[in-house]
């Protein structure tokens, strides 16, 4: 029987059968799965959390990131970008008893800020491998997940594109996780377009993003019922 854990809009989890492997885009894979059998998700708390432009403040001519630049409009500096980082992850560590196994994350620049949120205390602990794709979005945001090695190993990774025409969003992104019971976890981590353009321009590109998870939901179920 297959599990499904459906967090709206954020984080979708599905367990089931195997899907062909991918490569990611120019991220560090991070640590490698233990030697040891993988620790039990049972009892363990899964976050999706919406970072709020998680950026550097390095000009990316390839991101609408001018705001955040220690000239820009919020005067983004150093030591700004480090105190967000340190905010993160205690919010994320006060999720739970422990650190989080599985954390989506939204609203994010690049994987270089990835790198530097799983090297901040008290997250720097928890052997966190980076899953990310640079999406096309407009903005320079993408999605992401971070996998503590302990409780699961990536098996797949693939970006999701969704069709919006002459518009861009950012990718939905795919990860299968295998588990420490031998069953395969399937992971949508979503950041689907905003409504702020109103019901009549927004429905229309939000469904496009619900018919990719939806198309890839089926592929899956088709191999394992």
């Given at each position: 029987m297959a599990l499904r854990l459906f967090l709206p809009l954020a984080l979708t989890a599905l367990a089931c059968g195997p899907v062909p492997a991918h490569e990611d885009v120019g991220v560090p894979p991070g640590p490698a799965a233990p030697d040891r059998p993988l620790k039990p998700l049972?009892?363990?708390?899964?976050?999706?959390?919406?970072?709020?432009?998680?950026?550097?403040?390095?000009?990316?001519?390839?991101?609408?990131?001018?705001?955040?630049?220690?000239?820009?409009?919020?005067?983004?500096?150093?030591?700004?970008?480090?105190?967000k980082l340190r905010q993160l992850a205690r919010a994320i560590a006060w999720t739970g008893t422990?650190?989080?196994?599985?954390?989506?994350?939204?609203?994010?620049?690049?994987?270089?800020?990835?790198a530097d949120l799983v090297r901040t205390k008290p997250l720097d602990q928890g052997g966190y491998q980076v899953v990310h794709f640079d999406s096309p979005d407009e903005r320079g945001i993408d999605v992401a997940l971070l996998v503590r090695?302990?409780?699961?190993?990536?098996?797949?990774?693939?970006?999701?594109?969704?069709?919006?025409?002459?518009?861009?969003?950012?990718?939905?992104?795919?990860?299968?996780?295998?588990?420490?019971?031998?069953?395969?976890?399937?992971?949508?981590?979503?950041?689907?377009?905003?409504?702020?353009e109103g019901a009549a321009e927004s429905e229309p590109k939000r469904l496009a993003a619900a018919r990719v998870v939806r198309d890839k939901v089926d592929a899956i179920l088709a191999k394992d019922p």
């Open positions: 049972a009892g363990q708390v899964i976050v999706s959390y919406n970072v709020e432009n998680l950026f550097d403040t390095l000009d990316d001519p390839r991101t609408n990131d001018d705001d955040f630049l220690p000239n820009g409009k919020l005067h983004w500096t150093g030591e700004r970008y480090r105190h422990e650190l989080p196994p599985i954390v989506g994350l939204t609203e994010v620049e690049n994987g270089a800020v990835l090695a302990a409780y699961a190993s990536v098996l797949a990774k693939e970006p999701l594109a969704v069709p919006l025409g002459s518009d861009r969003t950012r990718d939905v992104l795919y990860v299968e996780l295998g588990l420490a019971s031998g069953a395969r976890l399937h992971v949508f981590q979503d950041h689907w377009p905003s409504r702020r």
